[in-house]
């Protein structure tokens, strides 16, 4: 962040810190949603009550919407909420909140990567030393989340690894293909675009039906509405302006937060931590740091 103003540089920090205690707590939120909804509906649950959210900006704004560029705006949307949504929803039928939040931290070495092949950035060694920590780590944590009972299908870890690869075109798109567009216009447009395919989803999965019958149907629906007002619509502008202001690979590094504060959900809600499970989350964080060194 050396290229930054001392206020962008505070504001910066500011925001890396919310973003953190946000996403870090969307884990919980998602499990308590799973109590009584498929992983198809609680997606469809987020984009829908996220692009609602989302619709009285969008026409405050809808004049500054550059539609030319609406491929990248669709890729932003899809890539960065629609099918994360989904695939972190499937990962946690199998895996614990805590387990799932620490994978995610490997979202920067995705970043990364997609930056070195896509987008030119310059490969160095520690950059491949980093990846290969990194991984490591997220072996173990899938390997042994078995034996602790953190994770009864390890294979689910696949559904978190995709997930990151989806934040990271995300945040390529954004820093390489949007920089002109402000945080608030992007999310916006990106929603909107998503509107149509939230409420597709939303009947075909049948969501009133489990909503109005399942006896947790209203209390998981409220949690879902907590994680998409906050998890989802907030934090998607504030990170869109955190990558505008720092780049895609520095914004990614909230990674580094969010594993610790799911696991603090994840141990307050009786979820097991083992040594393994510090020792694959310190491995992770190593190789992003080595990797960013």
Not at 73 to 90: D, E
Not at 258 to 267: E, K, L, M
């Amino acid at each position: 962040m050396n290229h930054l103003s001392k206020r962008n540089l505070w504001i910066s920090w500011g925001l890396l810190f919310f973003l953190s205690l946000t996403w870090g707590s969307s884990y919980i939120l998602i499990k308590r949603g799973l109590v009584a909804f498929e992983p198809l509906q609680l997606a469809s649950i987020r984009l829908v009550v996220s692009s609602i959210t989302f619709l009285p900006i969008f026409l405050w704004i809808r004049n500054e919407i550059d539609w030319s560029k609406w491929k990248f705006l669709l890729i932003t949307g899809l890539t960065g909420n629609a099918i994360p949504a989904f695939l972190f929803a499937i990962a946690q039928t199998k895996l614990s909140s805590s387990l799932t939040g620490v994978l995610s931290s490997l979202t920067p070495l995705f970043t990364l990567l997609l930056a070195i092949v896509f987008f030119k950035l310059p490969f160095e060694r520690n950059k491949g030393i980093g990846v290969f920590i990194g991984f490591l780590g997220a072996f173990l944590l899938a390997w042994f989340g078995k034996e602790s009972g953190a994770a009864s299908n390890p294979l689910y870890a696949i559904y978190v690894v995709l997930g990151g690869v989806c934040y990271a075109i995300s945040s390529n798109t954004v820093a390489s293909k949007l920089k002109e567009s402000s945080s608030m216009v992007i999310s916006a447009a990106s929603f909107m675009m998503l509107l149509p395919i939230g409420f597709a989803l939303f009947f075909y999965s049948d969501v009133p039906t489990t909503l109005l019958t399942h006896e947790a149907g209203w209390i998981s629906f409220g949690y879902l509405t907590i994680l998409a007002i906050f998890g989802t619509v907030l934090a998607s502008i504030l990170y869109y302006q955190l990558v505008h202001l720092t780049g895609a690979v520095v914004s990614s590094f909230v990674s580094y937060l969010i594993p610790i504060v799911a696991t603090a959900w994840g141990f307050a809600d009786g979820e097991p931590i083992t040594i393994f499970s510090m020792l694959g989350m310190g491995l992770i964080l190593l190789g992003v740091y080595i990797a960013r060194k």
